[in-house]
C-alpha cells in the first residue's frame, strides 16, 4: 500500500506514522526524520538543510526531491511505504506522481489529519523526541517529569523548531504551500480526512478504519 500523511505541524504525523506504518508493515519514510539524521550527523546535506529548517522554511524541492527519489528506490519501499511529511507543496506531488508513474505504480490514498491551530500550539510546546530511538513524547500527555525515553532510555531532546516563533512561521508556510495539496488529492479522488483531535490510540483507530477500504 502507498500512502501519504499530511496534516499541518504538530498535527500528529510523525506520532500515527510509527503505528500506521507498523500495521501496515511498510516503512515509515519522514523527510522530517532523514533531514534532521543529517543535521545531527553533520553532513552537507544536514548544513542546508538546517538553515531552512531553523526557519520553519521548506528545504528547497530539488535537495527534497532527490533525497525522496534516492529513498523511494530502496528495497523495503518497493511493495509499499507510508510518506510523512512528503510531499508538501503542489510541485512535490507533481514530481511524486511522476516518479511513481514510471515505476508503473501510483499513490492509493491520501490521509489528511485534521486538528485545530490552539491544539497544535499545545502539542507542539510540549513535544519530546528520543535521540536514540526516535520515538514522539509529549510532557503532559505521557506524564513525562525526566528527559529519559520509557522505551530505551535514550535522553529526550526538544526540536529547534519547536520555539514559538518559528511554530507560528511554520503555520503559515503550511497554510499558504501546504494547505493546497489538499485540494490536489480531492481533484484525483484519493483524498481521506480523518479527525486528529482526541486520543492518540482513538486517532491511530480511526485512521486504519479509513485505510482499510484501500487494503
Ligand atoms: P517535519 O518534521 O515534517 O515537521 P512538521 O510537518 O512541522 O510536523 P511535525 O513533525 O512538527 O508534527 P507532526 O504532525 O509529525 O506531529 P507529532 O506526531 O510529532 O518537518 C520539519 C522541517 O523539515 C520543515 O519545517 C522543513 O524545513 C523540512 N522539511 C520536511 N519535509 C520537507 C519537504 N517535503 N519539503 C521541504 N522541506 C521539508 O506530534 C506533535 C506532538 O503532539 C508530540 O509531542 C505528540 O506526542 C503529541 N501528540 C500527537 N498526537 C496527539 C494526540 N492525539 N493527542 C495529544 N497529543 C498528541
Ligand atoms: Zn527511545
Request: net charge negative; with cysteine.
Given at each position: 500500500?502507498r500512502?501519504?500523511?499530511?496534516g499541518?505541524?504538530?498535527a500528529g504525523?510523525?506520532?500515527?506514522?510509527?503505528?500506521?506504518a507498523s500495521?501496515?508493515?511498510?516503512?515509515?519514510?519522514?523527510?522530517?526524520?532523514?533531514?534532521?539524521?543529517?543535521?545531527s550527523?553533520?553532513?552537507e546535506?544536514?548544513?542546508?538543510?538546517?538553515e531552512y529548517?531553523?526557519?520553519?522554511?521548506l528545504v528547497?524541492d530539488e535537495?527534497t526531491?532527490a533525497?525522496v527519489?534516492?529513498r523511494?528506490s530502496e528495497d523495503?519501499a518497493?511493495e509499499g511505504?507510508?510518506l510523512?511529511?512528503f510531499?508538501r507543496?503542489?510541485?512535490?506531488?507533481d514530481?511524486?506522481?511522476?516518479?511513481?508513474?514510471?515505476?508503473?505504480?501510483e499513490l492509493?490514498v491520501?490521509?489528511e489529519l485534521?486538528?485545530?491551530?490552539d491544539?497544535?500550539?499545545?502539542r507542539l510546546?510540549?513535544?519530546?523526541?528520543c535521540?536514540?530511538?526516535?520515538?514522539i513524547?509529549?510532557?503532559?500527555?505521557?506524564?513525562?517529569?525526566d528527559?529519559?525515553?520509557?522505551v530505551c532510555?535514550?535522553?529526550?531532546?526538544?526540536?529547534?523548531?519547536?520555539?514559538?516563533?518559528?511554530?507560528r512561521?511554520?503555520?503559515?508556510?503550511y497554510?499558504?504551500q501546504?494547505?493546497p495539496l489538499i485540494?490536489?488529492y480531492?481533484?484525483e479522488?484519493?483524498l481521506?480526512?480523518?479527525?486528529?483531535?482526541?486520543?492518540?490510540e482513538?486517532?491511530t483507530?480511526?485512521a486504519m478504519?479509513a485505510l482499510r477500504p484501500?487494503m
Amino acid at each position: 500500500m502507498r500512502v501519504v500523511l499530511v496534516g499541518p505541524p504538530g498535527a500528529g504525523k510523525g506520532t500515527q506514522a510509527q503505528f500506521i506504518a507498523s500495521n501496515l508493515s511498510i516503512p515509515k519514510i519522514s523527510t522530517g526524520d532523514i533531514f534532521r539524521a543529517n543535521v545531527s550527523g553533520g553532513t552537507e546535506l544536514g548544513k542546508l538543510a538546517k538553515e531552512y529548517m531553523d526557519r520553519g522554511d521548506l528545504v528547497p524541492d530539488e535537495v527534497t526531491i532527490a533525497m525522496v527519489r534516492d529513498r523511494l528506490s530502496e528495497d523495503d519501499a518497493q511493495e509499499g511505504f507510508l510518506l510523512d511529511g512528503f510531499p508538501r507543496n503542489v510541485p512535490q506531488a507533481d514530481v511524486l506522481r511522476k516518479m511513481l508513474a514510471e515505476w508503473g505504480t501510483e499513490l492509493d490514498v491520501v490521509l489528511e489529519l485534521i486538528v485545530d491551530d490552539d491544539e497544535v500550539v499545545r502539542r507542539l510546546a510540549g513535544r519530546r523526541t528520543c535521540s536514540q530511538c526516535g520515538r514522539i513524547w509529549h510532557v503532559e500527555l505521557d506524564g513525562k517529569s525526566d528527559d529519559v525515553c520509557d522505551v530505551c532510555g535514550g535522553r529526550l531532546f526538544q526540536r529547534d523548531d519547536d520555539k514559538e516563533e518559528t511554530i507560528r512561521h511554520r503555520l503559515e508556510v503550511y497554510q499558504e504551500q501546504t494547505a493546497p495539496l489538499i485540494a490536489f488529492y480531492a481533484e484525483e479522488g484519493i483524498l481521506v480526512g480523518v479527525d486528529a483531535m482526541g486520543p492518540v490510540e482513538e486517532v491511530t483507530r480511526r485512521a486504519m478504519d479509513a485505510l482499510r477500504p484501500y487494503m
